[in-house]
């Protein structure tokens, strides 16, 4: 189990570092500005999906062999959940009604929790591949 643990982390890992790094900033630097804006509110649900079940499974397929790995990809599942059903909806609020300075702390606050995800899944591959 420990082995499918540490590739389903992997694939959540590189995952959510290209998503992050790469698509969103592709799409700014390839698509207008107002279509980038729709693509990247139309993918945000399924990236917050994808990370909120394959940090469960990533959770589930640790848990016998590494309780703290198990305990820090559930801790990623669930502040998705907030992620995706409160703060991203509170986002696509403040930018309907042209709320700027909203915007850009509640788009803080987002960002800031990937990057929270994106550290603690790598923590995860480290302590898995020395279990």
């Given at each position: 189990?420990?082995?499918?643990?540490?590739?389903?982390?992997?694939?959540l890992f590189?995952?959510?570092?290209?998503?992050?790094?790469?698509?969103?900033?592709?799409?700014?630097?390839?698509?207008?500005?107002?279509?980038?804006?729709?693509?990247?509110?139309?993918?945000?649900?399924h990236f917050?999906?994808?990370?909120?079940?394959?940090?469960?499974?990533?959770?589930?397929?640790?848990?016998?062999?590494?309780?703290?790995?198990?305990?820090?990809?559930?801790?990623?599942?669930?502040?998705?959940?907030?992620?995706?059903?409160?703060?991203?909806?509170?986002?696509?609020?403040?930018?309907?009604?042209?709320?700027?300075?909203?915007?850009?702390?509640?788009?803080?606050?987002?960002?800031?929790?990937?990057?929270?995800?994106?550290?603690?899944?790598?923590?995860?591959?480290?302590?898995?591949?020395?279990?």
């Open positions: 189990m420990i082995t499918y643990a540490l590739l389903v982390t992997a694939l590189g995952g959510m570092t290209l998503y992050s790094f790469a698509f969103a900033a592709f799409l700014f630097t390839a698509l207008p500005a107002d279509t980038a804006r729709a693509s990247i509110r139309k993918a945000f649900p917050y999906a994808f990370v909120l079940v394959t940090a469960a499974i990533a959770a589930f397929a640790s848990f016998s062999s590494d309780a703290i790995s198990a305990a820090l990809m559930l801790f990623i599942s669930l502040t998705t959940v907030f992620a995706r059903q409160i703060l991203m909806p509170m986002i696509n609020t403040a930018t309907d009604a042209k709320q700027k300075q909203w915007f850009n702390v509640l788009h803080g606050a987002s960002v800031l929790l990937t990057l929270i995800h994106i550290g603690v899944a790598g923590y995860v591959l480290v302590r898995l591949s020395n279990v």
